[in-house]
């Protein structure tokens, strides 16, 4: 009747719910994720932070006023993680070739990034629209050399609270 359409626990706790197949028209569909968060709509999507199981609810209302819940269960194993690679390889054949926390892109999760060298330096500053790290200096062009950088990142979930994760990447070229 619904589907959990992005059920792959790598992009946990991101995680969106749709409507698959419905006998009759909805007049309303309300959402209770198991989280503190009720939504309504078609199609929604919610940060699950803790690791452990969420009761997710669905009340569908039809034109007859008719009703019915339907539930399941959501086990969030991975915590919240933005799902930044450990290497990136900028040489322009199709793989690897930008940094970016992959769950960031995927879930259009608001961000601010911040990439510096080991001694310090800022060499890309990076939003939402803007997180790709191409291995150049602040995307410009200019090759920095392979080595380890590391990133900051300050991510805003749909409730408002900020995480912020940081990592190491290693730039191979």
């Not at 690679?85 to 992959?102: E, M, R, S, V």
């Not at 200019?142 to 900020?162: A, F, H, N, R, W």
Request: overall charge negative.
């Amino acid at each position: 009747m619904w589907e959990q359409y992005d059920n792959n626990k790598l992009f946990y706790p991101y995680t969106k719910f749709k409507i698959k197949t419905i006998d009759a028209e909805p007049i309303a569909l309300h959402w209770n994720l198991g989280n503190g968060k009720s939504l309504n709509g078609e199609s929604v999507s919610t940060i699950y932070e803790e690791k452990k199981t969420y009761n997710v609810k669905l009340l569908i209302t039809d034109v007859n006023g008719c009703s019915n819940t339907i539930e399941t269960e959501v086990y969030n194993n991975e915590g919240f993680d933005i799902l930044a690679p450990n290497a990136f390889t900028p040489n322009n054949d199709g793989n690897n070739d930008t940094f970016y926390p992959k769950a960031i892109k995927e879930f259009n999760v608001p961000c601010d990034i911040t990439i510096k060298d080991i001694s310090g330096k800022i060499v890309f500053n990076g939003t939402q629209d803007n997180c790709e790290w191409n291995g150049t200096y602040m995307n410009t062009g200019s090759p920095l050399p392979k080595g380890v950088y590391i990133y900051t990142v300050t991510t805003t979930d749909v409730e408002g609270k900020k995480h912020q994760f940081a990592g190491k990447v290693n730039l191979l070229r």
